[in-house]
């Protein structure tokens, strides 16, 4: 593993920047939102053929481990260093893992990544169908619209059992800008008439219409503009994330019905890398060797989604332009950065001693 080589000050590198402990009421609710989640994940396993065999002793045994760990952190938050999300991510998938159970969210992501895929030809017909210097509030809006999938928080959680995450009437919900941080025009500026950067470090969030109908499109505007880019998935499941196999089998389906994709990902223009990441958020003092390297090419890295851009890394600088976009949809988290519920983000830091 290899500490990302474009962070301004990796000797002060804090990936989880904000103190949960500072705020009672914020700790309460990030612990009490770990504690729960083996009540949600108990019928996906048994639904979606995941239990796998001798489930009942597995299960047992790992609501048992997991539920002493929480309760540790609970009688003492700094007992093992502060608590941050990261660390409960972290203990959570290190339960799911040692008691057999990797991917409980492999079911949910299979059939939104195939219902996604549906209507992707759709969706690229009504971007390409706008001049090429109109498209850019167009995918944004896209991309804000399909990062609502996300089985992280709970108001979306609680959307998605409900029937209530539909691509096309989320994407008429979107807030009309200025967004609550909005530097889509200097982005704009960067990219037309001549792009600004030689190659793109994307970080990818979840699977669904997050990456199929969000992400991709924007991916492959950006290629097809001229800058190469290389997208960066979990090398190992976390909630409803795309893994990097995950995403190069998607790849392969959305090129048998979109040449403008297929040639990118013939010709290079498209690559992709794991990050060497295993949770929702991302810790860049550890990613993979591939991934820094592809960093080290790099004059922009995208940090899309609230885990990765915002949750964490939202105060870290960096040697070369970064852009975090997201839709905001944790209350903590909105609190934290002073917005609303549903704000939309897309903030643009240049390189200190660039433009």
Same mark, same amino acid.
């Given at each position: ?215 991709? $499109? =924007?991916?492959?505007? %950006?290629?097809?503009? &001229?800058?190469?880019?290389? #997208? @960066? ?5 976390? *909630? ?18 979109? $040449? =403008?994709?297929?040639? %990118?990902?013939?010709? &290079?223009?498209?690559?992709? #890398? @794991? ?5 929702? *958020? ?19 890295? =995208? ?53």
């Amino acid at each position: 593993m290899a500490v990302l080589c474009q962070l301004a000050n990796p000797e002060h590198y804090r990936p989880f920047d904000w103190s949960l402990v500072a705020d009672p009421a914020d700790l309460a609710y990030w612990l009490g939102l770990f504690a729960g989640f083996p009540r949600r994940i108990e019928k996906l396993l048994r639904a979606d053929g995941l239990a796998g065999a001798d489930f009942e002793s597995r299960w047992r045994a790992f609501c048992e481990e997991y539920a002493a760990g929480m309760a540790r952190w609970q009688a003492d938050p700094l007992a093992g260093g502060e608590v941050t999300t990261i660390a409960l991510c972290e203990f959570r998938q290190a339960m799911l893992i040692k008691h057999g159970f990797p991917d409980p969210y492999a079911g949910i992501k299979a059939r939104e990544n195939e219902a996604a895929a549906e209507l992707y030809p759709g969706v690229i017909e009504r971007i390409d169908r706008l001049p090429a210097e109109q498209r850019w509030e167009t995918l944004l809006r896209a991309l804000f619209a399909g990062n609502m999938f996300d089985m992280g928080s709970p108001l979306t959680i609680d959307l998605y059992h409900t029937g209530g995450i539909d691509f096309l009437a989320t994407l008429d919900r979107i807030p009309p800008r200025p967004w609550f941080i909005d530097h889509a025009d200097a982005l704009h500026e960067r990219l037309w008439p001549k792009p600004a950067w030689r190659q793109i470090l994307f970080f990818v969030d979840n699977a669904g219409s997050d990456i199929v109908l969000g992400a991709i $499109p =924007v991916i492959r505007e %950006l290629a097809r503009r &001229g800058p190469r880019v290389v #997208v @960066a998935a979990n090398t190992t499941p976390a *909630l409803n994330d795309i893994t990097i196999d995950e995403l190069n089998v998607l790849l392969r389906r959305l090129a048998e019905v979109d $040449p =403008v994709l297929a040639g %990118l990902l013939e010709d &290079g223009r498209i690559a992709t #890398v @794991a990050s060497g990441c295993g949770i929702p *958020l991302i810790d860049l003092s550890r990613v993979s060797d591939e991934c820094n390297a592809a960093a080290a090419q790099s004059d922009l890295i =995208v940090l899309e989604g609230m885990g990765r851009g915002v949750e964490s890394n939202w105060r870290q600088t960096f040697k070369c332009d970064v852009w975090r976009v997201a839709l905001l949809k944790d209350e903590s988290v909105v609190k934290w950065v002073g917005a609303h519920l549903w704000d939309p983000v897309c903030r643009f830091d240049p390189a200190p001693t660039a433009h």
